[in-house]
């Protein structure tokens, strides 16, 4: 593991089932101790508060987890004995800010300084088999509270203010092992909380962390429970997996285990079926290639992780299934894939609740990721450059990545011919946007010109000349203002009622 808190310890004997750190040299507790108590000082603090006022006070969960891995973590979530309106009351004088937007499920938000924090109530929770939102009931204990949580790597607590170790269910061990295990039965853990099957998969990609085999069993059997889930849930896990270090990975086990079938089920029907007479390249294998090429590039260019330019990636070919078709000769086609593949990705990705913008982009990279497969040796003229650099719009840089990516050939001559033609056309695009700025190019004539010169008021008509005007500017260039409004006048006469 990537930090000394694991340095010659033994996992197996970590932890005891009563929650004593059984089998921990003094200086391995000290050690833990240490990184604990750096997560945030405040906590000191805070728990020292809720002490003098008869309350328990915790560290817990995901910060703990991170903190033993040396990984930064950007949520603080604490959790108490103390009832939310006993919390406002402790945190009241103490916190810059309190909200509470999340205390009918028993959880309070406040900021010090500059850090935010969660406290919630000791809980336990659960669905009711037709149901898309919990039954919250108090608890009265940390064990309890740590028993119904999701993994037993986001299961240890550090009690405040002293940020004593608290680990029930050999969270260390599985964390120094890379783990996924529930605190209980993970039957009855995927029952309460279904999104915890997505989770799992989630934590697979981002940490890097195995199921263990009662979890996958469990999972797998149990993935239907998803649908009960809301929408907006399953898309915010499945953003986070989308965005890890290795969503291929996750993606996967998804579809290993049958969850996918209840999330995104266009990409297990990318498994088609090969016979040796209609050979063609196995769609959902290339799919998660271009998806993981994509995220080489993205490191390559410094982008950040990009959500929209990785769910197009994964979905760029989701219209091939349903436009296979089988030639003489034993030729595969996916005519119009492109087209289809857009729609189906605006459906899947609104029935998820995704942003009306990420919808849209991850839409019109994929209906546009084909165009560049017609440039062949850098035969398209300047106005053909122009066209595809405007119709990618802002989505240009996304463009090129997952051009760039979609090459999968093993042939290396094909692949070099193909990279030394996108070369040529992102040189070229670069040589246009200097000259015409090409983003922002207009017509050569405005909306107010347009109506001067052909005498008439606002309306379709001068929008339709307006674009005419565009595609003209497109396919010649920059033209004198007599040339435009000549030309504007010729199409006026052509199209006159």
Not at 10 to 20: E, M, N, Q
Not at 186 to 196: H, Q
Not at 291 to 311: F, H, S, T, Y
Request: aromatic content about 6%.
């Amino acid at each position: 593991m990537p930090n000394s808190v694991f340095s010659g310890q033994d996992p197996s004997r970590s932890t005891g089932a009563d929650g004593g750190e059984v089998g921990l040299a003094d200086e391995q507790r000290a050690s833990i101790g240490a990184l604990l108590s750096a997560v945030d000082p405040i906590t000191g603090e805070l728990g020292q508060r809720f002490a003098d006022g008869g309350h328990e006070l915790a560290i817990v969960g995901g910060p703990v987890r991170d903190a033993l891995l040396g990984r930064p973590s950007q949520d603080l979530d604490l959790t108490t004995d103390a009832v939310p309106q006993r919390i406002l009351e402790l945190v009241e004088g103490w916190a810059d800010a309190v909200w509470t937007v999340g205390i009918d499920f028993g959880t309070v938000g406040l900021r010090k300084g500059g850090q935010q924090l969660e406290i919630t109530t000791y809980r336990s929770e659960s669905y009711q088999p037709k149901s898309r939102k919990p039954d919250v009931s108090y608890g009265d204990s940390l064990h309890a509270d740590l028993e119904r949580r999701d993994f037993t790597v986001n299961a240890m607590a550090a009690r405040l203010p002293g940020h004593e170790f608290v680990d029930p269910f050999g969270g260390l061990s599985d964390l120094a092992a890379g783990v996924l295990r529930t605190p209980g039965r993970p039957e009855d853990s995927f029952n309460d909380d279904p999104l915890r099957i997505m989770r799992a998969v989630r934590f697979a990609a981002q940490l890097g962390f195995t199921l263990a085999p009662e979890v996958r069993e469990a999972a797998a059997a149990m993935a239907e429970r998803l649908t009960i889930v809301s929408a907006e849930r399953v898309r915010d896990e499945l953003t986070k997996l989308m965005l890890s270090p290795d969503p291929r990975a996750g993606i996967e086990l998804m579809v290993d285990l049958g969850i996918a079938r209840h999330v995104l089920p266009e990409i297990p029907k990318l498994r088609l079926e090969i016979d040796e007479h209609h050979r063609h390249k196995d769609v959902y294998e290339h799919s998660l290639t271009v998806l993981d090429q994509a995220i080489e590039l993205e490191k390559r260019r410094g982008m950040r992780p990009d959500l929209v330019l990785r769910l197009a990636a994964l979905l760029h070919d989701v219209g091939k299934p349903k436009t296979r078709a089988f030639e003489d000769g034993g030729r595969v086609t996916f005519h119009h894939h492109e087209v289809v593949g857009a729609s189906m990705s605006r459906s899947r990705l609104g029935a998820l609740r995704f942003p009306k913008d990420v919808v849209a982009d991850v839409g019109k990279l994929v209906a546009l990721h084909l165009r560049f497969h017609g440039y062949g040796k850098g035969e398209w003229t300047d106005s053909a450059v122009r066209r595809y650099a405007r119709d990618a719009g802002p989505l240009l840089e996304r463009l090129h990545v997952l051009t760039r990516a979609d090459c999968t050939t093993r042939n290396r001559r094909k692949a070099a011919a193909l990279a030394r033609a996108y070369d040529d056309i992102e040189r070229r695009i670069q040589r246009l946007a200097e000259e015409e700025e090409l983003n922002q190019i207009r017509p050569d004539l405005d909306g107010n010109e347009i109506q001067e010169i052909l005498g008439i008021p606002p309306g379709p008509l001068v929008g339709k000349a307006w674009r005419f005007l565009l595609e003209l500017r497109l396919e010649n260039g920059p033209m004198e203002k007599e040339a435009a409004a000549a030309e504007l006048r010729r199409w006026a006469q052509e199209h006159a009622e």
